[in-house]
């Protein structure tokens, strides 16, 4: 069974049994403006919670994605290299940025769902 | 980037916000950075159709006085006596050591009076510095004056039919004229590397002409993330980024705005603040200037970023830079040693610690489209 959670750092997470896609949400995107370059993570390497794991340029400002948990990574988006604007367009779909495979098992209790992920947003507004 | 009550708004807050505008502090006043369709839809749209800008938080000031030419040549590097009326000159305030206090547009409007456009985050030490140097001049600073830009391609067009006076101003002239019974100071000029006109209007008067701009199905609001974009693709200094105190206008590569009758051996050589060290420059060479670049690759190298040799050794720093929408890559400027700084050069800029290449490259970096008759 796949789950989506969420981050106080507008990233979501899709953990699907041992495999966790990471990207950022449609929230971050609006605030991020243009991307026109990411920086991705190299796969095979070991991620320690905290850590930048990627960094996304827009026309305005660079933006550092820090991983939410530990694990290595198996994969990244390649199609982001030649449309770093997937990001823009579909955040939380086709403009993820990297996948892992975590450490431990996530433990869900420390994200937000969909719901509580909403209320956070505006919340802070 | 919290809204600070101490930040002031122009007249255009409220139509900011209903546009859609992201409001952020910039210089004392809270100022749109970008509107929803975003900095690279703003920038294009700017280049090829009209962009509108609100840049009332620039500072206006008149200057009046029987000696005003004399007052004021003691400040910038400018032939300010051969200004015709209605003619307009790019300018720095020089500091005593050779530095720049800030740069200015300078408009001749009467033998003895001039309109300064100052930058925002100097104005007030801008003014301080002309009622220090200026005491047989009156200065006045136009608190409740607006100031609008209207760039691009087609600004001619909505010029053309709302006061067809301006139409055939050339780049850098100016004329008081009406749009509508709207009385205002316009002027071809701008900072976006394209065609343009810059409005000066009574407060009063602010939305109503700005309605009329934007009633062009063509012309919208542009933020200062646009501004930002398109000044840097066609070469502009930005103050406090690209020049300040510590850079001379030879430094940073603006010495044709030092007029040739000011330069040594000429009639009216000098007689500036910091000419020894500025005409010091323009004789015998500096050791370091500023120059363009272009970035290899898609990662915006920005402010801050060092520049190097292939073998690490740090050469200068990136001053500005970061995507342009138009060249479709990352474009930047910075200060480099002389000797690093011929156009075709290759060189590096350290970003996340990783080298990227970046090449000297001829500024602008797009053409400038100005109107020149």
């Given at each position: 069974m796949d789950q989506v959670v969420y981050t106080k750092d507008h990233e979501w997470l899709k953990i699907e049994g041992n495999l966790v896609t990471i990207g950022v949400t449609q929230f971050a995107q609006?605030?991020?403006?243009?991307?026109?370059?990411?920086?991705?993570?190299?796969v095979g390497g070991e991620l320690i919670a905290g850590d930048e794991a990627a960094v996304i340029e827009s026309v305005k400002a660079a933006g550092e994605i820090a991983v939410p948990i530990d694990g290595v990574v198996v994969a990244v988006n390649e199609a982001l290299v030649d449309q770093p604007d997937l990001l823009n367009s579909a955040p939380e779909t086709e403009g993820w940025i990297f996948q892992l495979t975590p450490s431990e098992d996530v433990e869900i209790s420390n994200f937000m769902d969909a719901e509580q992920y909403q209320q956070f947003i505006q919340d802070g507004e | 980037m919290s809204e600070s009550a101490d930040n002031r708004k122009t007249m255009f807050y409220d139509r900011h916000v209903s546009a859609g505008g992201k409001m952020v502090p910039f210089a004392?006043?809270?100022?749109?950075?970008?509107?929803?369709?975003?900095?690279?839809?703003?920038?294009?749209h700017t280049r090829d159709n009209a962009g509108l800008f609100d840049v009332s938080h620039m500072g206006q000031v008149l200057v009046r006085g029987e000696n005003v030419v004399a007052e004021l040549e003691r400040l910038m590097p400018v032939d300010l006596g051969a200004l015709a009326i209605n003619q307009q000159s790019y300018a720095t305030f020089?500091?005593?050591?050779?530095?720049?206090?800030?740069?200015?547009?300078?408009?001749?409007w009467a033998e003895d009076t001039f309109f300064l456009v100052v930058n925002a985050g100097c104005k007030e030490q801008d003014i301080a510095h002309l009622k220090t140097h200026l005491p047989d001049s009156e200065i006045n600073y136009l608190e409740h004056q607006s100031l609008i830009a209207l760039q691009g391609l087609r600004a001619v067009e909505i010029m053309a039919e709302l006061a067809p006076q301006t139409e055939t101003l050339t780049f850098m002239q100016g004329c008081h004229?009406?749009?509508?019974?709207?009385?205002?100071?316009?002027?071809r000029s701008g900072y976006t590397g394209e065609d343009g006109?810059?409005?000066?209007?009574?407060?009063?008067?602010?939305?109503a002409l700005a309605d009329r701009l934007l009633d062009y199905d063509y012309c919208q609001w542009i933020g200062l993330g646009a501004r930002d974009s398109l000044r840097l693709e066609a070469g502009l200094c930005l103050y406090g980024h690209d020049m300040d105190k510590n850079t001379s206008p030879v430094e940073a590569a603006i010495s044709w705005s030092i007029s040739k009758?000011?330069?040594?051996?000429?009639?009216?050589s000098g007689g500036f603040l910091g000419a020894d060290t500025i005409l010091g420059h323009l004789d015998n060479g500096v050791s370091k200037k500023r120059v363009g670049f272009l970035v290899e690759g898609r990662a915006p190298v920005r402010?801050?970023?060092?520049?190097t040799d292939s073998q690490g050794n740090v050469l200068g720093v990136i001053t500005s830079g970061g995507f342009g929408p138009t060249l479709q890559a990352p474009v930047a400027m910075g200060y480099v040693s002389t000797e690093h700084s011929a156009v075709g050069t290759q060189l590096t800029a350290m970003v996340r610690g990783k080298a990227r290449p970046i090449t000297v490259a001829k500024m602008p970096l797009v053409p400038q489209r100005y109107y020149r008759g």
């Open positions: 609006e605030q991020l403006g243009d991307v026109v370059f990411i920086e991705l993570p190299e | 004392g006043y809270l100022m749109p950075v970008q509107y929803p369709s975003g900095i690279m839809q703003e920038h294009l020089t500091s005593a050591d050779g530095g720049i206090l800030d740069d200015l547009i300078i408009t001749r004229t009406e749009i509508g019974d709207i009385e205002c100071y316009v002027t006109f810059e409005i000066s209007v009574s407060d009063d008067h602010a939305l009758s000011r330069r040594s051996g000429c009639e009216n402010e801050g970023a060092e520049i």
